[in-house]
């Protein structure tokens, strides 16, 4: 039986977006007529005619229309009007700011459409910005799919296999949280839509620069390929940002949206990567893109006071669910929290609540442990290890066609964006299917890895807390590994070239510094005055020490023998130098670790003390 009409399920729309039937109402696409006799071209308008348009929607006070007569304010600088402007305009009431920025932005087809609703598995259904949507809909930005958020730790962690991409359209989406949340809090801060725009661009493009495998790229590949190079993702990311505008024309979009290429660019380089390299240190602001008044911008994706910032919010919380490891830090809770206060150092800075520092000794553990447990990973990294040594043999025969038809290699393609944009993890791919003999040495690697024929792990230790190993000493390590030899011992032979030594610095992310100690707070009775609080205000079980080295050893040799012998070389070299006693020394070196004296006292301190009987037997 048919149902009735009343009960049938509507028809769906077309793909195109085209209704079957003409809706009642107008098209959106057909705008408001801005006034009579105004050119429809508002660009050309002249101050007369901006007045001749604020009193066709309603603005008919004669010192607001005589104070845009003065100032000589146009058509083409009305999509510019933010709230500073709004009040040398004299416009003091939220409701008639509110109105005139929706006169204005009616001005602009493009404002019509709406962003994107996006179903992220970690933060749910987030809204971005018609311009966001823009530059993510570019091959520029679309290459982060193709690139592992956590490089060769995929590898260990199968459920790792999150990319670039989604991390930065979370980024993005906590940008927008947080520049949002100040603006609502405090209005006197004057934050802008054009702040508020800049902020979410360059949360979404901070990670634009990043190469394949991401943090192998441009923390072991590059320093390898270019030595006489210091090259960072972030640089990348703003050279990539840059050419992502230019190539797919959207500067002028970027007006169109109310934002000035010319300042707001340079402003969201600087949110990405921090002040110019031309700025000098004893420059009391050494940023371009906003004034000193707007400090606090800068804190929100790159945060170089104290390392809080969207970029970990959104990384501990993804990365985490990915690992299937618990995350223990709310970042919802620390935005609720957050305003805007004055330093001692006379700047405006983000703060949070006195109470919440506990959390926030919790958040820099959460990014240690995170470290220890996967970014660290002693196979993950020897992984990236491989992978590095294969990109190394291959470099010289892979060309990436560049701009203008240059040919570059892997290693020179962050010369040119062009030739940049196509180097992605699937470089693996393309090394490991090619029957090329010149890639015969990278190919049997990169087959090594998916055979998990891997570089053996032998052993990590630690130095002395005072005897730090200098960064300019690394490259002799596996030399003094393969001299340290046990003597009276017949062991196979090594080379340095067998060996791998690898230095990893943990910290709390600013070195042998407490970032807490430059952290903001504000108390209850004042929430606008800025405070610091000293760890012995907090608890007595933080941490004394915020950095440590861990050094550990891999053998290139996968024969019994030869790791053997890599084992007692470790030892004996860890004995040598002071070092910290291997965890299995006296199980793979029960004949040296009894010599070093200092290893005999941690053996005895860590045996069990005799238990003292508190109640005498009745």
Known sequence: MQRADSERTPKRPR?????????????????????????????????QQVCDFLKHHGFSDPGLLDRIREKEITGSSLPCLDESHLDNLGISSSWERKKLLNSIQQLNPTHVGSGKVINDPVHGHIELHPLLIRIIDTPQFQRLRYIKQLGGTYYVFPGASHNRFEHSLGVGHLAGCLVRALHER?????????????????GLCHDLGHGPFSHMFDGRFIPRARQDLKWKHEQGSVDMFEHLVNSNGLKAVMEQY????EEDICFIKELITGPPESSTKNSSWPYKGRPIEKSFLYEIVANK???????????????????????NFDHKRYIKFARVCKGDDGMLHICTRDKEVGNLYDMFHTRNYLYRRAYQHKVG?????????AFLKADPYIEILGAEGKKYHISTAIDDMEAYSKLTDNIFLEILYSTDPK??????????????????????????VN????????????EQVAKAKPDGMFLAELK?????????????????????????????????????INKSQVSQLLPERFEEQLIRVYCKKLDKESFSAAQQHFVKWCSDNNFSKPQDGDVVAPLITPLKKDWKFQNSAQSPAPKKQLFKDV
Not at 508 to 532: T, W
Request: proline share 7%; aromatic share 6%.
């Open 258 to 261: 109310g934002l000035i290429p």
């Open 186 to 202: 405090q209005p006197e801060l004057q934050i802008s839509e054009r702040d508020m725009l800049c902020v979410q661009i360059a």
């Open 467 to 478: 005897a730090k190993i200098k960064k300019e000493d690394y490259t002799s390590l596996s």
């Open 305 to 327: 006071e104290n390392g809080i910032d969207v970029d970990k919010w959104d990384y501990f919380a993804r990365d985490c669910h990915h690992l299937g490891i618990q995350n």
């Open 496 to 532: 340095t070239e067998d060996l791998i030594v690898e230095v990893i610095n943990m910290d709390y992310g600013m070195e042998d510094k407490n970032p807490v100690d430059h952290v903001y707070f504000y108390c209850k009775s004042d929430p606008n005055k800025a405070i610091l």
């Open 439 to 464: 890639l015969d040495a990278a190919r049997g690697l990169l087959k090594n890895i998916e055979r998990r024929c891997l570089y053996k792990f032998v052993g990590q230790t630690q130095p002395d």
């Open 15 to 47: 793909c195109d977006g085209s209704p079957r039937t003409q809706p009642d109402t107008p098209s959106a696409a057909v705008q408001e007529s801005p006034g009579p006799d105004l050119p429809s071209n508002h660009k050309s308008w002249s101050p």
């Open 381 to 389: 990294n020897i992984i990236d290890t491989m992978i590095t040594d």
